[in-house]
């Protein structure tokens, strides 16, 4: 139990299911006289909203922020940052079907064998709704990072087998925002998009990799040996709905090299101690040293998928079929973007007060 | 500061370094009345221990393990179980050329970067000998999980280019432990052992790719939304040295397909709920679903190499280069296996506190 | 920072200041299953509200209780249960004069040290306010404490120097219920009363010991030597403002006896094991022994008064004065009974589940 | 479980039984660069050593402290710093006749309770020896105080009936030092060593206060609203065997007063904020104001004593009789006063780290 706050001294508490009255998160930790406005934490929730192009799914919600603790004349206050967005267009009646027989791919069935029962409408708690208290504490967690003109950008670089070419750090940002995959290389977001339509056409959904590169991070974060840096984003990136694999720098490609090819050499910029290479993704030992902080992360198709599956009916406990209708995205990597950086940004926030890099008291 | 201290209610706090006195682990939160001797301890660390074979270090150590505390009567007592290790064989001298120059892939400069200087002996507390500390806290985590019958297994199936052909579950603890590399697959185990003496040759290294697996994991381990299963997982397996990359179940093919292929669907065997496949690794919604828990580990080759290798003398801040001798691992998969199989035993016999699986205060 | 999270497995995050938008508690950690309704927590809210009676302040808030998440089916379903209470009559044109004129006894020169700057308006989060999300708390680990039939009940045992006669247990919530200053000794109750209101009229405050008693606790408490109960307790009850001491069975009249005479001795009743005496107040080594636990604190004048109080313009750093006006209580302590039944209770539900009394996945 | 580690940034777990192996801490989350050896530990140790009074028991313990990790170069390396001392001269013999029959006073039974048995040698954890723990982690602190020149200091100011005058801060620690009861009040010292060696006589035991000051604290400190600096205090100092009452400043004498007697009015000196009086003990609002922090403790009668008692046999479950022969401290308020100076000093390290006040990389 009690597994919903994350981070030690940037400490982010969330609440809220898909379908009941309302989800948010309370942000412990942030140092007093942080300028925060609900258009700080706004811009960023429209950024995972739904219903926002036609490769996402139709449910209708504008999910506002709304205040209601730790801002004292348009600043942190050094008390808890409470935000809340309530469910105005929570459509319960389509999961009716799936009272007692658990969806193949969510997590239905866990919770139940969990909880001894479960909230089937929407997937509950276990919905990618809750990903908004993420958003929340990481909309807080970027604005402390500004201060250190550290920038979190995620863009989608995989769906399904298309993958997308590599593009210079200083374009990602812009170009991913020009398309709706948020794939910064053109190119292929436009097939990309074709294969999500695709999948959508066949009630199907793809699967795809998201890279979250963390600009401006000072070396020295990270606290071996078990709360080391990489670790730490591990946990938050594995911790998002869907993501089943997590990388740092090249990741995979690592166990197939040898360290005479991959092993970073170090050289001198500006009296700046930096690498030539960055297999290491700026993290070495455990520690950031001052490169860019590159991570990606597996996700997998959304398991809400229009064919008949098979399952089990849990008050039967006879095998049966489903078959789901609802409304869902046929590939939520675009929409996971935010969270990838509010999970990334979260992580940083928390190293920074840890290491002593922000004054924790106030700014 | 203060990450040397994992899990929650199987708290586990490491300590040591490679050159300095010793190095241990005091294990608080095992229950009491659990049969546990030094051998059961010792077992594991024989498993990691260096000198063993060709394809390993010949640094000499026995690491030999001395119980110092939470044993009465040949049982846990329910009090704080500290085991350390004395270092007998270190040799500082091969180190002194690195005083100021710190090893391309390793944490020397990182650790400078933020503690102000470095125990340059053998990487200090950035050695992989800080695992002792993690098979420690494993032994005794193995030996709480043998109480529910779940088994915790590790083994190589990539060494650079070669993978491993798929082995049943059944055969993979016996087949890997036939050979120096551990590897299930013998005929690919040959391949790879050549492949990491041939690197010895070149006074090169190579990665490799450990997997784990748990079995007889109960369904409704994983505290969501933030202490997912999963989640705790990846933080253990990325929070080892050389370690930077992690999958659960399929991974990063999760990416390349659609749902309607990857769904685990959901039958009947003898009134137990079952998956046909099992492409989530036994984890769904961040939850244990009772099938076998899967894990991949992406290992970067050990930095240590005899190649002449660009660096920064950080007295001088000039450029120069380091050579560097010292005994090291051409591969260090196969000694990674049981420190693998600690970690994710940790993280079980944690979750399954947590989750009430288990009587905290007794047998 | 981050220091508004209390418990380990019975989590529970407050937040909110007495002029902001609202206030609240997330409660984390509460198994599935437990029967929970707005009326509830509604119930123990309004007995810390203010304007009951003659002796508290006349501020008029109806502390009305909104529940956000946590609820399925008039039950809990595993997930964080958020309380939120909206303030309604906060008035803080009063407060004007203290803008830069901290309050003697109050917090407000101490959080300016900390944070730099301070919300002035009605002591900001200092203020006893914020001991709504304490009853938040408090009121649902109750609920969950009542599974095992475990009573928390606190009452006031001295007003200034009127010291209340020992009442039976089993009379003690009944009595104390029957008047405003909350004192099971109706007739020392009436001279408390008398106390409060002549020290009201005096435009002065007086403080006053409550005592907080837990029947039914089991044995087997506490997880020594750092989280023992009665350090668990101390912690949670010293925590709440205006207290300055904290004692354990008979506490400080300890120091003055010797063994032979305090020394609980253990007999067998109903082949129970019972202590003859409590002196130890129900806790020894640091865990529970089945007997009541007993715990008093010592609460301070509520600093608010109306004769005119030396202090120093932070903003001019030269010495003044200020006279403080506002709505006050004479005597805080009938208010703060619920606050030291949620702090007990709360600890007392961390425990029980810490120590595996209650299953953590669902009732 | 796991209720052995305290502090989150200055993190001390401690391990070990009276009779076991060996007793010690790990100390993590110390800055680097922190002058640091073994005599600085010992130093402490020596204070709270048995047998070198004739009010202290005799069991003769050379308490040697053993280092066996993070020093580096004769300073902290930011590694946990690991500290054992070896029990030399443990006794079980004389508790044969407790295996089944729990003393009263003593955690026995209630470890008992919890565990399912016991270790009877000598209180096995429950016993004071495991303050060593406490000792090792506060001489840490210590030093790591000295660097901000904060001095912590205890002494006895009650035994039994005997209470101690006030004597001038300044010269508490060096009268203390001058008697075996370490009662700055020399006169006062005389009576109360007469009054111990009474009970000595008598095979019984008797009470005391121990309080403890802390100078040159910082305003600042604390993590309203559960972390503030008085309740961690409390919780720190209630943690301590035989503990039954904390008090902060006045305590339980505000709870007698009015506020307009009882309020510190501020004033300024040398352009510092300072209080007329120290009433609230240093702490308001759960935040330090930079006067000295004062705490007091109620010691209770060590347990055993030598008169016959009544207990019941565990194993047979029917009530009996012992008489506790062994060797014990009369009196254990002298040896207490270092453990309580550790206690605070750990909270205080901790806090100013997670204040901001200490750089937590390196000093």
Redesign the interface.
């Known amino acids: 139990?009690?597994?919903?706050?994350?981070?030690?001294?940037?400490?982010v508490?969330?609440?809220?299911?898909s379908h009941?009255?309302?989800?948010?998160a309370?942000v412990?930790?942030?140092?007093?006289?942080l300028e925060l406005s609900s258009e700080d934490i706004q811009r960023e929730l429209d950024r995972r909203r739904p219903g926002t192009s036609k490769i996402t799914t139709p449910r209708g919600e504008t999910d506002q922020i709304e205040?209601?603790?730790?801002?004292?004349q348009d600043k942190t206050?050094?008390?808890?940052?409470?935000g809340?967005v309530y469910n105005k267009d929570a459509d319960s009646s389509a999961y009716e079907p799936f009272r007692n027989k658990?969806r193949?791919?969510?997590?239905?069935?866990?919770?139940t064998?969990?909880?001894?029962?479960?909230?089937y409408r929407g997937g509950?708690?276990?919905s990618g709704r809750?990903t908004i208290?993420h958003v929340i504490g990481g909309a807080v967690a970027k604005k402390l990072l500004e201060q250190l003109n550290i920038r979190v950008v995620s863009h989608v670089t995989?769906v399904?087998?298309v993958k997308a070419q590599h593009v210079a750090y200083s374009n990602i940002e812009e170009y991913a925002g020009q398309n709706m995959v948020r794939c910064a290389d053109q190119k292929a977001a436009k097939i990309m998009e074709d294969k999500i339509l695709d999948?959508k056409e066949?009630g199907?959904?793809?699967?795809?990799?998201v890279e979250t590169i963390a600009f401006g991070v000072p070396?020295?974060?990270?606290?071996?040996?078990?709360?080391?840096l990489?670790?730490?984003?591990?946990?938050?990136?594995?911790?998002i709905?869907a993501v089943?694999?997590?990388?740092?720098?090249?990741?995979?490609?690592?166990?197939?090299?040898?360290?005479?090819v991959?092993?970073?050499?170090?050289?001198?910029e500006e009296?700046q101690?930096k690498?030539?290479t960055n297999?290491?993704?700026g993290?070495?030992?455990?520690?950031?040293?001052?490169m860019p902080i590159v991570t990606r992360m597996?996700?997998?198709?959304?398991?809400?998928?229009s064919?008949i599956?098979?399952?089990?009916d849990?008050e039967k406990?006879?095998?049966t079929e489903i078959q789901i209708k609802g409304r869902h995205d046929p590939c939520i990597c675009p929409r996971v973007t935010p969270v990838a950086e509010s999970a990334v940004a979260m992580v940083l926030a928390d190293h920074l007060?840890?290491?002593?890099f922000i004054?924790?008291?106030?700014i």
Not at 113 to 119: E, N
Not at 244 to 260: C, D, N, P, Y
Not at 298 to 305: L, M
């Open positions: 139990m009690a597994g919903n706050t994350t981070g030690n001294l940037f400490k508490t969330t609440f809220g299911s009941g009255t309302a989800l948010g309370v412990d930790g942030c140092p007093a006289g205040l209601l603790s730790g801002i004292f206050d050094g008390t808890p940052i409470t809340v658990p193949p791919g969510h997590g239905d069935y866990t919770w064998a969990k909880y001894g029962f479960y909230d509950g708690r276990g809750t208290g995989q399904g087998d999948a066949k199907d959904s793809v699967g795809g990799v070396a020295g974060l990270g606290e071996p040996v078990f709360d080391k990489d670790a730490d984003l591990a946990k938050a990136l594995m911790g709905g089943k694999g997590v990388e740092i720098g090249f990741g995979f490609q690592l166990a197939e090299s040898t360290a005479s991959t092993n970073d050499e170090y050289y001198l009296k101690i690498t030539t297999t290491s993704g993290i070495v030992g455990g520690i950031s040293n001052g597996a996700v997998k198709p959304t398991p809400s998928i064919t599956q098979k399952t089990v849990l406990m006879e095998e007060l840890r290491s002593g004054n924790p008291r106030h």
